[in-house]
């Protein structure tokens, strides 16, 4: 499966963003979609994941309560980022692979990347 993510931009603290991944090549229902994210000098660490089949989401607790995943059809996913602080900049990266997991190398397929920088 081939992952496009979009949607990165330039916003202020407390304003908000809207990524999105389109999944082609075959279909993702028995896949785990992720976000995972990474700043400069930082290892990618996990944001978010959503269980295709069951609907069961994952957050981290850095963006629990202001961010969420969602299916947008049947082969695009959403991360809608709320209340965004300095420290979500990083680089962000949706992710497909068979396990519902916190972590990259269980992830078989990357997107190319999209860029969220959040101004003070």
């Known amino acids: 499966v081939q992952l496009q993510a979009c949607g990165g931009g330039l916003v202020q603290a407390g304003g908000s963003l809207r990524l999105s991944c389109a999944a082609s090549?075959?279909?993702?229902?028995?896949?785990?979609m992720a976000w995972f994210r990474q700043a400069p000098g930082k290892e990618r660490e996990f944001v978010a994941f959503?269980?295709?089949?069951?609907?069961?989401t994952n957050y981290a607790d850095s963006v629990k309560g202001r961010v969420t995943i969602s299916k947008a059809n049947a082969d695009t996913v959403y991360l809608q980022m709320n209340s965004l602080k300095p420290e979500d900049t990083a680089v962000y990266y949706c992710a497909a692979g068979i396990q519902a997991s916190t972590t990259p190398r269980d992830y078989t397929n990357w997107g190319q990347g999209t860029q969220v920088t959040v101004s003070s």
């Open positions: 959503l269980r295709w089949s069951t609907g069961r």
């Open positions: 090549g075959r279909s993702i229902g028995m896949y785990t």
